[in-house]
């Protein structure tokens, strides 16, 4: 029977003697195992863990991209590498970084570039409602009501739409109003 021990943590004398234990009761002989041993397997498991860090860290900036989300990351020099790339991550050029960051930017700038045209048009057909009546169209039949003296009717009906003037009233309510002064130029 071989028994190996590859990993010693820690050089504790009581880890020591329980794996002497250990040993013993299997039968296998530990007179081979000494705490100066261990100390030993300690400083090589920790330089090694040492150079694991180091290998694990960007020595220079770094830039990685994940394929599948199509997300890029940059890092740093010193910052952890090693579990970005476990992730699926793959290093790439600056100049392929740059390329794919300019990519995203225009698909930004057209997406909102679309958002801005289609609440324009929105805006446009939302003023511009399907009952034709412009302001042009109200003034005149105004004008034919304050032609007749009646300045004090037209300003009733403009009190009624909650304004002081003609170009207070919302386009929206343009039928309603017309509606009103004509019947105020008909009542004669």
């Known amino acids: 029977m071989k028994i190996e021990v590859t990993h010693v943590i820690k050089a504790d004398p009581q880890v020591i003697s329980l794996v002497s234990a250990f040993l013993g009761a299997l039968g296998a002989p530990s007179n081979n195992i000494s705490v100066a041993d261990a100390v030993d397997l300690t400083q090589t498991t920790t330089s090694a863990h040492t150079n694991k860090e180091a290998s694990t860290t960007a020595s220079k900036r770094t830039y990685l991209f994940h394929e599948e989300s199509g997300a ?28 794919i960051q300019a990519e995203k930017q225009a698909r930004i700038d057209k997406a909102k570039e679309q958002t801005a045209k289609e609440t324009t048009e929105q805006v446009d057909n939302s003023t511009t409602e399907d009952h034709g009546i412009t302001i042009e169209m109200v003034r005149a039949e105004a004008t034919k009501l304050t032609a007749k003296g009646r300045q004090a009717d037209f300003k009733a009906i403009l009190t009624s739409f909650d304004a002081e003037k003609l170009s207070s009233v919302p386009e929206a309510k343009f039928p309603e109003l017309l509606a009103a002064i004509k019947e105020a130029v008909g009542e004669e």
């Open 72 to 99: 890029v990351l940059v890092v740093n020099k010193g910052e952890e590498l090693t579990k970005h790339l476990e992730q699926g991550l793959e290093e790439i050029s600056k100049a392929e970084f740059d390329r």
